[in-house]
């Protein structure tokens, strides 16, 4: 009997945090019967121009604010507190050593997925967790099936589909709706539409 933690791993820059996030790691939790999610915030990315990502202090209070009173979520600043770039096979091979008696579950998008083998050391990745694949709706479900037997074959991978609701919402549309003074409430929960109101965020339309 296998008696590892089970535990659901979701970066991003989380930039802000949204509903759409919630929603992904709430369904990963209950359909793989995960014990924990860790979200875990980006620090230095290798997608990203640093000067266009809010400060890690806003993105992981945010956080901290969008998850109080959820006891099965948590945070895991690893990636703010390096001096590297946040490639995901250096944090799953930190979690993976540091956590030894722990299954990790990494949680990605379904466009993440058909990048993934670019992506750095992606034979790590798949070496160190199972990979969960939101899948939002079904109009491109053979495609999906395709690519994730085409990675299973060439990188060893475990992908399994992770059935979650239509929300269609981004970071990016929630940081330029608060540039223009937009409402975003109903978007992100109220104690970050508070945060980004009271700390003015976005308001430089970044």
Excluded at 46 to 64: E, T
Excluded at 74 to 91: A, L
Excluded at 128 to 150: F, G, H, M, P, Q
Excluded at 160 to 171: D, K, Q
Aim: aromatic letters at 12%.
């Amino acid at each position: 009997m296998n008696d590892l933690r089970r535990v659901g791993i979701l970066g991003g820059t989380f930039d802000p945090v949204h509903y759409g996030h919630l929603l992904i790691a709430e369904n990963a939790r209950e359909q793989f019967l995960l014990d924990e999610i860790w979200f875990v915030p980006t620090g230095a990315s290798p997608h990203k121009n640093d000067s266009d990502i809010s400060d890690s202090r806003h993105r992981v209070k945010m956080l901290c604010l969008a998850i109080q009173g959820q006891p099965h979520f948590k945070i895991n600043e690893c990636e703010v507190y390096s001096h590297e770039i946040s490639y995901t096979y250096r944090t799953l091979e930190y979690f993976s050593k540091e956590y030894p008696e722990t299954d990790f579950y990494f949680i990605m998008g379904a466009d993440s997925l058909f990048l993934l083998e670019h992506w750095k050391q992606p034979e790590m990745i798949c070496r160190y967790c199972t990979i969960l694949v939101a899948v939002r709706d079904t109009k491109n479900e053979k495609e999906l099936e395709k690519e994730i037997s085409y990675l299973k074959d060439t990188l060893n991978a475990d992908i399994y589909p992770l059935n979650t609701p239509n929300f269609y919402v981004s970071s990016h549309e929630i940081r330029n709706r608060a540039a223009h003074r937009q409402t975003i409430k109903y978007l992100v929960p109220d104690a970050v539409v508070n945060y980004i109101i009271g700390n003015r965020l976005y308001y430089d339309g970044k």
